[in-house]
């Protein structure tokens, strides 16, 4: 480390180029901001490198595996054997990920945004070290945003060994399928990888331990997502509590306590994802004295400032949902906010997405939670078996599912489970953002035959006159 080098003066240094981190970046800069960004690894944080588009990339090839193998119930007969190259697999999904962080880096450039490589250390309030194996460079600057994004949890009592004991890094790295396939935690993470794997053929068990898969999710949307998985072959064991295991050559037994009875399960690979924690430790931050909660992310409030004046956190370092959106929409916050904008978080309408199979996507309140905030409220739901893109697609399992206010019939919330959730989502987000009733989304044409179509019914269920299903009375 060279001590008393000369310190660049800057705007804004934005600490990590994850979805947070680049958002933020890019809009200070269109702002007119000096801004420098600092990374340590790769542009494009854990999203583009190992989360959101990598996962997205094997789920997508599992499906079409999936396409081929039941093809011949639709009359497309396959002869021979249809194999997985995983290898190849894993290099295609390589590629799609370096498209888009070579995208980044050409959109930081084209806003003359300046790139440092590097470990970020706190100097001080306003200040920072920027340090490679044989290079230390140091920024002064008014404002910085923290967007140092999360690490994977570890079981104290099941560690990583990143062979057998697998995070998601290396989860989406493998160079096989797994014969056998043992995933700790059936949250998102967990689920997604499991699904995924389970139709590239690896026999896959999944341990939670509550009582059900996806904790926090509604339970009638994750129980159509339990039915396919058991009819994927998928060992669902819950209220699991994994009490430890061990490697033994290219074998990993997990051990566990399932319902009070002491359970072994053998695996070529276990995949432990109970969680995340997150980057705030050893950045120096006890230097800039910015708050943290008792499990060590970053206190924001709703302009995403912290408690020390021009320090910013946003993303998965500030905790609350932990989704690459919420974390650019945090940053474009963040930014117009130190440039003397009036922005503020309105998380009312946020989307929530799994990419399981059926996918879930949800946002806005749910029915419950409309109750318990005091609403009177009125739903409605619209099966996919219904809807006619839906079964020639051969994909009719689900439903939309609309919660209104009874009186106005203003939106309140929306959860979908079934084909493309992920997508239908955004018109309810959007629907629930400019304050829409349930009539606005009935004298909107949705155009026929599409998905999209089911949300326009069950809005009109909500008015008591859908067409293609019964009318509740
Ligand atoms: C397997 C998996 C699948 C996921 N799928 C989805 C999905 O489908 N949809 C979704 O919305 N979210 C998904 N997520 C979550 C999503 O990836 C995160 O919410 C998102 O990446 C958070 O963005 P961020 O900018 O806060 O931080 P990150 O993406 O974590 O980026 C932080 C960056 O900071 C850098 N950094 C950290 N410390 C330092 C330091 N000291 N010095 C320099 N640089 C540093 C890191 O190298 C990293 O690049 C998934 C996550 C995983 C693991």
Not at 235 to 240: D, G, H, K, L
Not at 400 to 422: F, N, R, Y
């Amino acid at each position: 480390m060279v001590v008393g080098d000369l310190a660049q003066e800057v705007d804004v240094v934005v600490v990590g180029a994850g979805p947070g981190g680049y958002v933020a970046a890019i809009r200070a800069a269109q702002l007119g901001k000096n801004v420098v960004i600092v990374d340590k690894d790769e542009v494009g944080g854990v999203c583009l490198n190992r989360g959101c588009i990598p996962s997205k990339a094997i789920i997508s090839a599992s499906e079409r595996l999936m396409h081929i193998r039941e093809a011949s119930h639709v009359g497309i007969e396959v002869s021979g054997d249809v194999t997985v190259n995983m290898p190849k697999l894993i290099e295609w999904k390589n590629g799609v990920v370096k498209k888009l962080t070579g995208g980044v880096s050409q959109l930081l450039k084209g806003n003359k945004i300046e790139v440092a490589k590097g470990e970020v250390y706190f100097t001080g309030p306003n200040s920072l070290r920027v340090m490679t194996d044989d290079s230390s460079q140091s920024f002064k600057y008014n404002d910085v945003i923290i967007a140092t994004g999360s690490s994977p949890a570890e079981l104290k009592i099941l560690p990583f060994d990143g062979k057998r004991i697998l995070s998601s890094t290396e989860a989406l790295n493998l160079q096989e399928v797994p014969k056998r396939f043992v995933v700790v935690g059936g949250g998102y993470i967990g689920l997604e990888l499991g699904t995924a794997y389970a139709k590239l053929g690896a026999e896959v068990t999944i341990l939670e331990g509550t009582k059900s898969l996806l904790p926090g999710t509604e339970g009638t949307l994750t129980k159509m997502v339990t039915r396919k998985l058991k009819k994927l072959g998928v060992t669902i064991v819950t209220e699991a509590m994994v009490q430890g295991g061990e490697v033994n050559g290219e074998e990993v037994t997990v051990r566990a306590t399932v319902k009070g009875e002491e359970k072994s399960f053998v695996a070529d690979y276990a995949l432990v994802s109970v969680g995340r924690k997150p980057n705030t430790e050893e950045i120096g931050l006890d230097n800039v004295g910015v708050e943290l909660d008792e499990r060590g992310f970053i206190k924001i409030d709703k302009q995403c400032k912290t408690n020390v004046s021009g320090v910013y956190a946003i993303g998965d370092c500030a905790g609350g949902a932990l989704l690459a959106h919420k974390a650019s929409y945090e940053g474009k916050i963040a930014a117009e906010v130190l440039a003397g904008m009036n922005s503020v978080i309105d998380y009312q309408a946020m989307p929530f997405v799994i990419f399981s199979d059926p996918e879930i996507a949800y946002t806005g309140l749910t029915e419950e939670q409309a109750k318990e905030e005091g609403y009177e409220v009125v739903t409605s739901r619209f099966a996919f078996a219904a809807n006619g893109r839906a079964l020639s697609m051969e994909s009719a399992d689900g439903f939309v599912q609309v919660v209104a206010e009874k009186e106005t019939k203003q939106l309140l919330g929306v959860q979908i489970v079934g084909p493309e959730a992920s997508s239908l989502i955004s018109e309810a987000v959007f629907a629930i953002e400019m304050g829409a009733n349930a009539e606005d989304i009935a004298l909107t044409i949705h155009a026929h035959p599409t998905l999209p179509e089911t949300f326009m019914e069950a809005a009109e269920g909500i008015l008591g006159h859908a067409i293609h299903m019964v009318n509740k009375k």
